[in-house]
């Protein structure tokens, strides 16, 4: 199995800064790592796919990074909305898929 | 627009099977696209359960293979989750998900569903 880990486990910022979240994977998933969003008491909503794609609908200040093992979600400058929990994926050894334990970003 | 909606029960008994029904509109259970069980426990992260393909063929997360069935009704749009033999572990918000393959990713989510398993 794929173990991600993602860091840090909870990253405290203030609106207007940039985000850096990490995800490293236990061996190489190529550019098959997907990031999600999370808010309480929703669903997850897909922000990346392939490493470094935008879904449809996902503002510019979200961009990806990486490929192999380790890979990067930044958040250009944060808005409000953006506190949430965010996690990686990966879909290299399909269909085993796997998830990152999550990064928790909130408001400093 | 494509929605999953999931439905079942919200409790089930230990040792009980786990029930749950994820029904997809704005899109055909016949299109070219996987779809999926994910779990998540209260306060923890995802784990992906398994998926199904309109004809039938499935693909089980290796640690929860042996208690998981996942099923297909194309006449109902509609696709279902069955789990055997649960334990407290098993209490979680369910969600079923579209696997884009063209995206590599789960691009749809349902709502999600809380389960507990309690007697």
């Known amino acids: 199995e794929i173990v991600l880990t993602q860091s840090p486990a909870t990253l405290s910022l203030s609106p207007g800064e940039r985000a850096t979240l990490s995800c490293r994977a236990s061996q190489s998933v190529a550019s098959f790592l997907a990031w999600y969003q999370q808010k309480p008491g929703q669903a997850p909503r897909l922000l990346i796919y392939d490493a470094s794609n935008r879904a449809t609908g996902i503002p510019a200040r979200f961009s990806g990074s990486g490929s192999g093992t380790d890979f990067t979600l930044t958040i250009s400058s944060l808005e409000p909305e953006d506190f949430a929990v965010y996690y990686c994926q990966q879909r290299s050894n399909w269909p085993r898929y796997t998830f990152g334990q999550g990064t928790k970003l909130e408001i400093k | 627009q494509v929605q999953l909606q999931e439905s079942g029960p919200g409790l089930v008994k230990p040792s009980g099977t786990l029930s749950l029904t994820c029904a997809v509109s704005g899109d055909s259970i016949s299109s070219s696209y996987w779809w999926s069980w994910v779990r998540q426990p209260p306060g923890k992260g995802l784990e992906w359960i398994g998926q199904?393909?309109?004809?039938?063929?499935?693909n089980y997360n290796p640690s929860l293979k042996s208690r998981v069935t996942i099923s297909v009704d194309k006449s109902k749009n509609q696709f279902s989750l069955k789990l055997s033999s649960v334990t407290a572990a098993d209490t979680a918000v369910y969600y079923c998900a579209r696997d884009n393959t063209v995206y590599d990713a789960f691009d749809i989510w349902g709502q999600g569903t809380m389960v507990t398993v309690s007697s």
């Open positions: 199904i393909y309109h004809s039938g063929s499935t």
